[in-house]
């Protein structure tokens, strides 16, 4: 009896220390990580964010219209290919020529005749300032502020207003605006994927990502991802949304 007591003491105590050893190699694991979270969706900013410079130049041209929305005093109203355009100012005629060269790329662009009518209804706006307000969009309206930083662009491939405009087509006639879920998601998504470098201007928020995409697919641009070839293969989901629906 007293034998089949300390056999089962000791069966006991090695037990428990069996137990003990495990639960500190349980202890020791690491804990495991997280998946990242999504990126918050981000407030619409760099070519959207209304500086009080940027405010400046949407505030004369709002001033300077008529009932009709047409441009008269201080700035002048002209016309391309069906684009209105409003001149502040003596405009250098290499601006002028560049704007004009700008649309008449955007014409022949593979996008589809609707989208390409429905980009004639935002305004395009010149202002002869060298002031900090340079190339954005606003609430239907393109601006285009810095001259300096508008012929630079055109040193390499790029289309500004197409860039712009594809901001007004993303805000006004894309169902959600800026906030469209299926463009945000997809953004989110190439901003995990690791396909351009960090710090990429495509990676800077929905509205950026879609605008450097569709110029990169329809103008070429000098920045990620460049061109409609990488592009596809980069990122196709975007590539297969413009094609879809631009």
Known sequence: MRHSKVRVNSAIALLLSIMVITSCRKEDKPAPVAPPQPVAQQAVE???????ERQKVID????NKNARGEASGAVAAASYRSFTINYSGTVPSDIKALVNGEIDQLYNTSTTSTTKSRMTGAPINVYSSPGSGDLFYNN???YIVNFATY?????????VIFHELTHYLHDQWISGGFSNSTIYN???N???SGVYAPGSYVLSNQAE???VSSEAK???TNRPPYNASTLASSDPACSNYLSANF
């Open 190 to 192: 190439c901003y995990y």
């Open 60 to 63: 004369f041209f709002n001033k």
């Open 140 to 142: 239907g309206n393109v």
């Open 46 to 52: 760099d070519h959207l964010t209304i500086t009080p």
């Open 218 to 220: 329809y103008c070429n």
């Open 186 to 188: 997809m953004y989110v």
């Open 151 to 159: 012929r630079s662009v055109h040193t390499g491939p790029g289309n």
């Open 209 to 211: 990502y879609l605008a």
